[in-house]
């Protein structure tokens, strides 16, 4: 989802700004769970507060023992409401869900049967009164349950599902109208996961079953103080030009801006190996041109 470069880039835009830390709200941290946890790109700033929610005993415990003064786990589910819910528990816990697994669906495609349920746990789920993931169909649900904490986030990671790998779920397209309406434009997806059929030929292009997409907070509605934040946020996800355009709305941020645009020069400038490489690469094809051009002349003739 991000790359090393952009995760110095964003460590040394933060040393260039003055700002409070940054609270990041994990919503299902099992993923990020013991020697997993620095995978995320946040997790190298110097300023964060993580606040991580899994229900999970086992991994809650796993996330225990990676917590620190600036990174906390909680023992709960986030839902839409307070009330005790039924936790359906996938084959790979980490497909486990207040949504029905959808069967029929998850059978039909390669790799997807890890989301079959295998057993049911009743958890008291509560509401959350920035960066939302892996919560497995109950995104909007979660987000719905936000009140006026939603108000305050500047971005978010959602995981996203095109078909209903859950029973009843929302999907994309309604997570989608639900955010524009509160103030959030997409940007990218960051990842998008595709499988074959299970009883078909694995040629030709895969389904897009799932991802997960990157959102920001309309600029227009942050305050001016704020949006330094946002820049990190959008250089720890590689979207440079994104992290400049906001710089730019910042009063007497001309040197910042300055050095921000230097530092994504350096750390993308090519290497002299792979400049060569690329000139061997371009030199080749010219050399192959003019042999598929006599080749076709040959062709040509011989008929």
């Known amino acids: 989802m991000s790359s090393p470069a952009a995760t110095k880039i964003a ?10 830390p940054l609270t990041i709200v994990e919503v299902g941290s099992r993923l990020t769970a013991g020697q997993l946890v620095k995978q995320e790109p ?14 999970d005993a086992a991994a809650y415990t796993t996330l225990q023992q990676s917590s620190t003064g600036d990174v906390r786990f909680l023992p709960y589910a986030l839902w839409r409401e307070d009330a005790v819910r039924t936790l359906y528990i996938a084959r790979n ?17 390669r790799g997807f049967d890890i989301a079959l349920e295998v057993r049911q746990q009743l958890i008291q789920t509560r509401r959350l009164d920035g960066v939302l993931r892996d919560v497995q169909g109950a995104e909007l ?22 078909v209903e790998l859950y029973q009843a779920q929302p999907l994309y397209w309604d997570l989608q ?13 960051l990842h998008l996961s595709r499988a074959h059929r299970v009883r078909e030929h694995e040629a030709g292009e895969a389904q897009v079953l799932a991802g997960y997409a990157l959102y920001f907070r309309d600029f227009d ?28 709305r910042v009063p007497r941020c001309d040197a910042v801006l300055a050095a921000y645009v230097s530092e994504v020069a350096r750390r993308y400038r090519p290497s002299p190996a792979s400049v060569a490489a690329a000139r061997l690469r371009s030199g080749l094809r010219v050399l192959r041109a003019p042999l598929r ?6 062709v040509g003739w011989r008929s």
């Open 11 to 20: 460590c040394h835009l933060e040393n260039l700004v003055e700002t409070e």
């Open 42 to 55: 946040y997790y190298a700033l110097a300023r964060k507060k993580v606040l991580g929610f899994e229900p």
């Open 93 to 109: 816990p980490k497909c486990s869900s207040l949504y029905r697994p959808n069967s029929e669906i998850l059978k039909a495609f």
């Open 141 to 162: 649900d979660v987000l719905m349950g936000a009140g006026t904490y939603l108000e305050g986030l500047l971005a978010l990671v959602v995981e996203i599902e095109f």
């Open 177 to 189: 109208r639900f955010l524009i309406e509160q103030g959030f434009f997409f940007h990218h997806f």
């Open 221 to 248: 509605m942050v305050a001016i103080s704020r949006l330094p934040k946002v820049a990190i946020l959008a250089t720890l996800y590689g979207c440079h030009d994104l992290a400049a355009h906001v710089l730019r």
């Open 293 to 298: 051009f006599m080749r076709a002349l040959e």
